[in-house]
């Protein structure tokens, strides 16, 4: 199992905007790839700028293959609607996981 962790810094003028696109359009539109199995949305509670807010979204894959076949086919796409969108807005960085086992 693959984890595919997304880390957004998100300004807080456009907060209320941002996740509820994120949990009606964006977050659906990744899942509907058929790559992903499940997606967790945090918020860090820890707030440091008073002017943004963070977030993180993990999303789990079967696999490094099905993974690549996401970021050729559907990546490049959805992350350039998220960035027309919320241009200047934001910070994401991106890093990935091998889940070794489950407790």
């Known amino acids: 199992m693959i984890i595919y962790s997304v ?3 998100i300004q807080n003028e456009v907060l209320e905007d941002w ?5 009606e359009v964006h977050i659906p539109d990744v899942m509907n790839t058929g790559i992903f199995s499940a997606c ?4 860090l509670l820890e707030e440091n700028d008073l002017d943004s807010t963070i977030f993180n979204m993990q999303y789990h894959c079967e696999s490094m293959d ?3 076949r996401y970021q050729e086919s ?3 796409q959805l992350q350039k609607d998220h ?3 919320y241009q200047g807005k934001y910070e994401a960085s ?4 091998h889940l070794e086992s489950n407790f």
Not at 19 to 23: A, E, G, L, R
Not at 94 to 97: A, K
């Open 94 to 97: 991106r890093s990935f996981y």
């Open 83 to 85: 960035t027309e969108r």
């Open 19 to 23: 996740k509820q696109w994120m949990k």
């Open 40 to 43: 967790q949305m945090s918020r």
């Open 7 to 9: 880390r957004v810094s």
């Open 74 to 76: 559907f990546a490049p």
């Open 66 to 68: 099905a993974f690549n």
